[in-house]
């Protein structure tokens, strides 16, 4: 069987450094940015997103997961460090830069690095 037989998903981990502070705190901002980014993904998503905000001491911040069809959007902020963490796991294949430049514009980051995972 050819490798593309096998193809189970891609994986994208997206970190973002030097965020707006104002949206990783805002469990309302982060609410539209996983609707938007499903638009992006061109991926429906499947209820609602679940957002907590939990952590010790000076590590605080809110964490994210949204289902979606074809798999899951799951975020973690870093509210000391204004850091956002964001994974996108799908059986659909996805323009990962794509993702990545509007998780950047929309948390107005300063840096972001991608790591690509392709799932067999």
Not at 20 to 41: G, M
Not at 81 to 93: L, T
């Amino acid at each position: 069987m050819a490798q593309e037989e096998w193809w189970w998903g891609r994986s994208a981990s997206i970190d973002l450094h030097g965020c707006n502070h104002t949206l990783v705190q805002d469990p309302k901002a982060i609410k539209r940015f996983v609707v938007k980014l499903a638009k992006v993904l061109k991926m429906k998503r499947v209820g609602p997103p679940e957002i907590k905000r939990f952590g010790h001491g000076k590590l605080r911040g809110y964490s994210m997961m949204q289902f979606i069809e074809t798999s899951t959007i799951v975020a973690h902020f870093d509210e000391l460090g204004n850091r956002a963490f964001i994974d996108v796991f799908s059986c659909k294949r996805y323009n990962p830069q794509k993702v990545a430049i509007f998780c950047k514009k929309y948390f107005q980051a300063s840096r972001i690095s991608i790591y690509l995972e392709e799932r067999i």
